[in-house]
Each structure stands twice: as C-alpha cells, then as structure tokens.
C-alpha cells in the first residue's frame, strides 16, 4: 500500500511540473503569442541588463515610432488631411471662386487622383493643403480649430473621434519602453502642433517628444499682446522618408536603437536606427480587413524579409485593435 502511495505522489509531481502553467504575466497583454511579441520581449530584456553584451545605457535609450498607421488609424484619410480638407472647404464657401484654382479645385470636385499624379511635394500637392487650410491662423486659432475637429468629427465606421483610435498594442508596447527607461518620441508626417492636442492624452507621449512636418510661423508683438502666425511655408526638411533621420538627428542629437513605422515612408528612419550597434525594426503591418483594413500588405511583408525587420501583423499579432 505504501508503495502505491509513493508511486500516486510521483505522479502528482510530474503532471504537477510538466503541465504548461497559465501565465499571469501583463507584459503587452493585448498581443498574441508570436515572433513580434517575442523580439520586443527578448529586445528590452537584453538591452537593460548590464551584464548582457548588447546592454544599452539609459541615456541611449531612444525610440521613434511613426503616427498614422503605426500608432493611429490612418484610414479612410491621414487624420490631419481630414482636418485640413474640411478647413479647406470651409474656405471655398467663404470664397467660391477658389474653385478654379488648385488644391483647392480638386478638393471641390473630391478629385483624388490629382494628388496622385502631382506627387506629394508639388505647390498643388497633397502637402500645399496643410499650407491653405492654415494660411494666416494664429497658433491659438489653429488650436482651437483642431479642438473642435476631435470635438466634432467622428470615424463613420467606429464611432469615435479620431483621437481616440489608437492602437492599444501599440499603447502597451510604447509604455513598455517607458518603464525600461527608454525616451519615446513621435516622428510623423503631420503636424507636431496638431499632434501635440492629443499625444499626452491619448498615446502617453509628452508634446515635448514630437516632431514632425512644421509651418514655419511668425512672431507678431502687438499692443497687449504677441502672436504666431502660420506661414505659406514650410521648416525644411518636411517629416517624410528621407526628411524624417534629418529631423531626429536635429531635434534629438542621438540615433534611435527602436524605431518602428508601417510604410515606406519610415524607410529611412528604420534604416539609420540600424546603425546602432544593437536595434530592433519593425513594421506595423495592415492586414486585418475585418477588425481594421487591408493595404500594402504584400509589399510590407516583402520588405521586412529584404531588410530584416520583424513584421507586426495585425491580423496574427494583435489580440485586440483598439
């Protein structure tokens, strides 16, 4: 009988020791189990361990991610070009022959291809309608502008104002960095005064840590008080592709170890954060048309293999979205 007793508690221990353990580990809950989640895991483990030989000091810590698309839903529009073609119109009612002339014709008539065949960067190009929509706001018009477009303005398809469709994987990802001692910034495309009326609330990023494509403004001093003025211009270079390592070495003065994007125009920036002794690249990539949208899929996924960036597919790797 003994023997029998001793052989069940050899038996208890066994199941006891080989049965995969439920984990109660909050570490990027909202992500499944996967390559993605395992590089960030194994990343920060590595990178804040002084006795590791990729340990980076606190001081070196700097992550860049990419806004729309990567913390923020981009889709049907860019956020700012939403907020900058209705302003848009709110000029041409104000002025109707504005009509026949462009960008301004062409957001009239909702002719997007325009923007296509012109290129970004052209004086009518999708960029020029940051520069219209504003001419001659001061700072405090342009903030109480943008106030009201989250105020008002709703994603048709969700429900929510647009400041509140951020990634909540992303979130997790960006306050895990945060509690390594790593410093967090935005590079985007869009306007940092834009950003800066949503970042601390909603992504947990201070407005110091932004940078993006900035109208130059002018300082007024006026009786009683001092303005700034937007401009028809823009601080060069504009925060896109190869503007956007420029714009982080002269406002950061360090190279990013972390840098993270979902499209070609984070090329640049994830190439030179490779030239950190020690890295890690990654791509949100767009593949849920279910529970977000699909786009550029096969071609992200085709450019993490190239260039050895970890992919994050939203469809596998993000348990919930928002």
């Known amino acids: ?9 050899w038996v208890l221990v066994f199941i006891a020791c080989s049965t995969p353990k439920q984990s109660n580990d909050p570490t990027l809950a909202s992500w499944n189990e996967g390559k993605a989640k395992s590089a960030i895991i194994e990343f920060i483990n590595k990178t804040t361990n002084p006795e590791n ?5 606190v001081e070196d810590r700097i992550a860049v991610f990419d806004m729309d698309g990567t913390i923020l839903l981009e889709k049907p529009n860019y956020v700012l070009f939403d907020f900058a073609i209705r302003e848009i119109n709110k000029r041409i009612v104000e002025k109707p022959e504005l009509k026949n002339v462009q960008p301004f014709k062409a957001i009239s008539e909702e002719d997007w291809e325009h923007f296509k065949k012109v290129g970004y960067f052209a004086d ?17 018009q342009y903030t109480d502008a943008v106030k009201q477009y989250f105020s008002e303005v709703k994603d048709k398809r969700f429900g929510q104002s647009y400041n509140k469709l951020v990634y909540k994987p992303i979130l997790e990802f960006i306050d895990l960095l945060k509690e390594n001692q790593f410093e967090v910034y935005i590079v985007s495309g869009s306007d940092p005064q834009f950003t800066r009326s949503f970042c601390e609330e909603a992504i947990g990023i201070s407005v110091t840590n932004v940078i ?7 300082f007024e001093e006026n009786p009683g008080a001092s303005t700034l003025t937007r401009q028809h211009e823009f601080v060069q270079p504009i925060n896109d592709e190869a503007g956007k390592p420029v714009n982080i070495l002269n406002k950061i003065g360090k190279m990013p170890v972390v840098a993270i994007g979902n499209s070609r125009g984070d090329y640049h920036m994830l190439q030179y954060s490779k030239n950190a002794p020690v890295s890690l690249q990654m791509i949100v990539n767009h ?13 992200m996924k085709e450019l993490c293999a190239e260039k050895g960036w970890i992919e994050i597919s939203m469809k596998n790797d993000f348990g919930v979205i928002f």
């Open 212 to 218: 993006g494509t900035t109208i130059l403004t002018k």
């Open 53 to 57: 030989a990729s340990y980076i000091p």
């Open 287 to 299: 593949d849920d048309e279910e529970r977000e949208y699909k786009y550029h899929n096969e071609d």
């Open 124 to 140: 009518d190009g999708l960029y020029s309608v940051l520069l219209y929509a504003t001419d001659g706001f001061t700072n405090q």
């Open 1 to 9: 009988m003994k023997h029998y007793k001793i052989t069940f508690l």
